[in-house]
């Protein structure tokens, strides 16, 4: 049975840095899994955030240039490095995963894993 773990989230102020990580048990986040992460913020719908694959890695565009997903095979560990956080950036944040998958996903049918959420709030 496979698990993702969220943790890292908290209190930040504007123009911040933070750090999410998803730990997977269960399961290897080798070179086949497609891992994505999501986030949700109140009285929104989910929507994608950033997704890392065998092709490399995307972005929503309200996101480039300042969040990076990357991830530590060693660790079985995504992380999702956010640097210039802006208090839309509030909002909980989910990690998603998908086995035996070699490209992007950005829609959440794209994954069959998911974690329970860490909350992020960005204060201005």
């Known amino acids: 049975q496979v698990q993702l773990v969220e943790s890292g989230g908290g209190l930040v102020q504007a123009g911040g840095s933070t750090r999410l990580s998803c730990a997977a048990s269960g399961g290897t986040f080798s070179s086949n899994v497609r891992v994505g992460w999501f986030r949700q913020a109140p009285g929104k719908e989910r929507e994608f955030v950033a997704s890392?694959?065998?092709?490399?890695?995307i972005y929503v565009d309200s996101v480039k240039g300042r969040f990076t997903i990357s991830r530590d095979n060693a660790e079985n560990t995504v992380y999702l490095q956010m640097n210039g956080l802006k208090p839309e950036d509030t909002a909980v944040y989910y990690c998603?995963?998908?086995?035996?998958?070699?490209?992007?996903?950005?829609?959440?049918?794209?994954?069959?894993?998911w974690g329970q959420g860490t909350q992020v709030t960005v204060s201005s």
């Open positions: 998603a995963a998908k086995w035996g998958a070699f490209v992007h996903g950005v829609r959440e049918a794209d994954y069959d894993y």
């Open positions: 890392i694959s065998l092709r490399g890695d």
